[in-house]
């Protein structure tokens, strides 16, 4: 797993170059879910396919950017199955965007992720690998990731980010949102999963929902390369992450594609999660 960990750093130095200076435009390609493809989003995935290929131990891909599982090694362990650049939009707008990463073997249940890791690209380009624990590193001047700390999560935080449409909220999630805001929660929310779950994460707790709603009953997320990585890293921090009844890493997609409705967060969120979700 080492190589793999070793060939995402390469890869994310050479995405934030490509962030820093390549061109933002839009291609005139779509990706599965319909989006048109940034020119970024083809090039850095690109750039993540050819670190990977130099790796023995991945058997295949996939890539949000991607139809299909790409074979890699017919010898090799793992499904490695990643979102070259989420929320690649907010690029031209100069806001923080990140790639997150999958590690499973023996299948593409949740069941089956055995790491995961995320990159931020940021004020600073931080990478959080979540393996026995949740192990923080910063880029230095020299291209190094520097090991900061492990990440903790609190039993209850200050953050709240309500994702979604909210004229598409059921009314239950919209009361329990309210209810959180009224408690004095603080709104941190900018469109981006990485940077969103991260900040939670480093302010060392609150919650993360993106619902199921009247336009997307399914969610948005997607379960193999965004809901299940983040999940497993908030479970290392000692969090819990569901789909508002169900732990979400008990789920199995029917397509690589698939998405799911998401909550991560600090137990004692959470715990309000299932309370409003049971009703
Ligand atoms: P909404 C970015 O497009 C993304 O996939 C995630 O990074 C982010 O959490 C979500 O969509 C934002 O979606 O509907 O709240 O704008």
Redesign the pocket.
Known sequence: MTQIFEAIKKSAVRIKEAIEYDDTGYSDLQNATG?TQLKLDIKCDLIIEEEFAKVASIKEIVSEEKEEITPLHVDGKYLVAY?PL?????IDVNLS??SIFGIYEGGQAGANILASVYVVYGPRVELVIASDALHFYRLNKKGEFIFQKDIHLAQKGKLNAP???QSCWEPKHKKMIDAIFNDGYRLR?S????P?LHQILLKGGGI?S?PATSD?PKG??RMLF?VFPFAFAYEKAGGKAIDGKNRLLDLSPTHIHDTTPCFFGSNAEIQRVLETYAQ
């Open positions: 989006d979102d989420d929320g690649s939009s907010l965007v990140g994702g979604s449409t929310y469109g981006g999963m990485v969103d993360f993106y997307l948005k997320l965004e």
